[in-house]
């Protein structure tokens, strides 16, 4: 009986992952080929492994942030994996691995996994829309906390493969983003796990090894930064003598208020100069209208002219860029180092007062810290419960220095991507070409870069109706804008085609070849149906939500008033720790948000959406104990 259930659940998760990769698929993905700090620095340095030139030349941008979405894009490339596709499957997985092992700790009627499923799947949140880290990150987190909660104090054999996903999802989640520190409430799992174990030297075994992999991986990517850059430092803006700088700069003090989010005034600014000959060397850029300063002014006004928290220590890493200090990591450390000293021994001779912060990237708490904290956590908590409109679009896609939207369309698979500010019309084609007098020429597409291959598509079909074995990829699927996109074949780039002379389908002559259109379709930016079904179901998962919510309270409620109702307590601890998960990241980004930038927002919020479904959705349906 209990192999028969297992296979209803498997059979219905298996086809509900197909329907939410689906929907992914033909989400309209916002591609900011202009965000070299976000989007295209992952972009590019994935360009870069494939390359074969690691992550690029060293700059200031190299090793701002952790590597793992950077090889991931790379991966997703080689395997020719659709990027919605692959990061959308790898969640499911990580899901059916969650629930498979609470169903094994707690039991209960499959169906309920199969509805659970359901909730954290098709979560419309949890769909990409643009090519960001944030979703891959919560399915590690997720193959993380499933696989050390699996460790047990058997054998190295008999966890071998649990160990082995818990270092390397672990390594891969440190190095994804940058503030790991909010899992730490996981560390009750081997805690209490050691407390209960009759065999605590297997168990004590097993997690040094989770720790050995994790660790040896770290040290490989480390080895490699060293041999290709000169330095072990795998995310640099950690290093301290760059915190050292941002840190002494805001522990300056000076008889003004300073704005909300300002961790560093001008004023702050000019008595720094005054003290350190290096630091002085920074102030053309720093004090100039630089793209920082208005991205600061952007989101918050009462900063215009000045730079607010998320945004400074940008600044100072590009002003220290416009110097030349950045050839090598040793000349930007010791440049931040002697910036470090000076203002140190001017603080400790009393020529300017510092105080330091707790934390430093962090400004002073702004006058009704509390107040103000407070309404961002319950902000927090109404994005979480889909209380807040929820945006199905990350705004307009936008080109760049270093390569095409097409480019990476093609690459990373992408069918449908939100327009340019600039586009207007725009179609999608897909076809085939074949030139029996040049079997060599194939089909690219104008840029101001020159002329761009398209990808070669799978033509199996072509190949046998032309008796030509050797095309078995001819076929192709291109957009484009009117007015603007030419194709051409070969090497001649002036017979070419332009996409208004393409109105309908069917053959068309290009460089003496058959370039055969069999789909032409006006393409708007935007799968109508899957925005529409991501629509209808955050509705649906809203209510939802908030229905097994009351009930978990209720249950709660009327506990101390019922006796007969007794608490499942594996289940109660399991939701304790997921709800800790999530208030603690909560937490820090509502920290975040009343001081640096804006942090409680539903992209740095993801983790959250699953933890607090599967949270409320035991409370409601498992927490009592079955007699």
Not at 462 to 473: D, Q, R, S, Y
Request: charged share 20%; aromatic share 14%; hydrophobic share 40%.
């Amino acid at each position: 009986m209990k192999n028969v259930d297992q296979l209803k659940l498997s059979f219905f998760c298996v086809l509900l992952a197909i329907f939410s990769c689906y929907v992914s698929y033909y989400t309209p993905i916002s591609i900011f080929n202009s965000a070299s700090y976000d989007d295209a620095h992952f972009i590019s340095q994935s360009y870069y492994l494939l390359n074969g030139n690691w992550l690029g030349e060293y700059n200031n941008l190299t090793l701002i942030k952790g590597p793992v979405y950077s090889f991931f894009l790379a991966l997703t490339t080689i395997t020719h994996i659709p990027l919605q596709i692959f990061q959308q499957a790898l969640y499911c997985i990580s899901v059916f691995l969650l629930i498979l092992t609470v169903k094994k700790k707690v039991n209960g009627f499959w169906l309920y996994y199969v509805i659970l499923f359901a909730l954290l799947t098709l979560n419309p949140v949890m769909t990409a829309d643009r090519i960001i880290r944030d979703y891959l990150y919560t399915s590690l987190f997720i193959f993380f906390a499933t696989s050390l909660s699996k460790i047990n104090d058997t054998t190295v054999k008999k966890n071998l493969g649990w160990i082995f996903l818990c270092g390397t999802s672990l390594f891969m989640f440190w190095y994804t983003r940058e503030e790991g520190i909010w899992i730490a409430p996981l560390l009750l799992i081997p805690i209490f796990c050691f407390y209960k174990s009759k065999r605590k030297l297997s168990l004590f075994i097993n997690y040094m090894l989770v720790i050995f992999i994790f660790s040896l991986l770290s040290l490989s990517v480390s080895i490699v930064n060293k041999i290709t850059y000169g330095t072990y430092s795998i995310v640099d803006f950690k290093d301290k003598n760059f915190k050292g700088v941002i840190s002494k700069l805001s522990s300056i003090r000076v008889n003004e208020k300073k704005p909300d989010h300002v961790p560093v005034s001008e004023s702050q600014r000019e008595l720094a100069y005054s003290v350190s000959p290096q630091l002085s060397k920074l102030k053309e850029y720093l004090e100039s209208d630089n793209q920082w300063k208005s991205a600061s002014c952007n989101v918050y006004k009462d900063v215009c002219g000045d730079y607010a928290g998320g945004w400074f220590m940008w600044a100072v890493r590009s002003a220290t860029e416009s110097k030349g200090f950045y050839s090598s990591p040793d000349s930007a450390e010791g440049f931040y180092k002697k910036i470090n000293m000076e203002i140190s021994n001017a603080c400790d001779n009393g020529k300017i007062s510092c105080k330091p912060s707790i934390i430093s990237y962090l400004p002073p708490l702004p006058d009704n810290f509390i107040e103000k904290y407070t309404s961002a956590f319950i902000r927090g908590m109404r994005v979480i419960f889909l209380f807040d409109t929820m945006s199905f679009s990350s705004g307009f896609s936008t080109e760049s220095y270093f390569t095409t939207l097409q480019e990476v369309q093609e690459k990373l698979n992408i069918i449908e991507r939100t327009p340019t500010k600039n586009e207007t019309e725009r179609f999608l084609i897909s076809g085939w070409y074949i030139n029996t007098y040049n079997p060599d020429a194939w089909v690219c597409m104008k840029t101001t870069k020159g002329c761009l291959s398209l990808t070669r598509k799978n033509s199996k079909d072509v190949a046998n109706h032309f008796f030509m074995p050797e095309k078995t990829e001819s076929r192709f699927v291109a957009s484009g804008e009117i007015g603007s996109t030419e194709f051409c074949a070969g090497n001649n780039l002036k017979d070419c085609l332009s996409l208004e002379k393409i109105v309908n389908e069917g053959p068309y002559t290009l460089n003496n070849g058959i370039f055969y259109i069999d789909k032409v379709e006006k393409y708007d930016n935007k799968n109508t149906l899957s925005l529409e079904i991501r629509s209808a179901i955050s509705q649906v998962i809203k209510y939802v939500n908030l229905i097994l919510l009351f009930a978990t309270l209720t249950l709660f409620i009327i506990k101390p008033f019922v006796k007969k109702l007794e608490f499942n307590v594996d289940v109660l601890s399991i939701m304790v720790i997921a709800t800790m998960l999530c208030l603690f990241r909560l937490a820090i980004l509502a920290l975040i948000d009343v001081t640096s930038f804006p942090g409680v927002e539903q992209i740095y919020l993801l983790p959250c959406y699953p933890i607090i479904t599967f949270v409320i959705f035991l409370g409601s349906v498992f927490i009592l104990k079955r007699k």
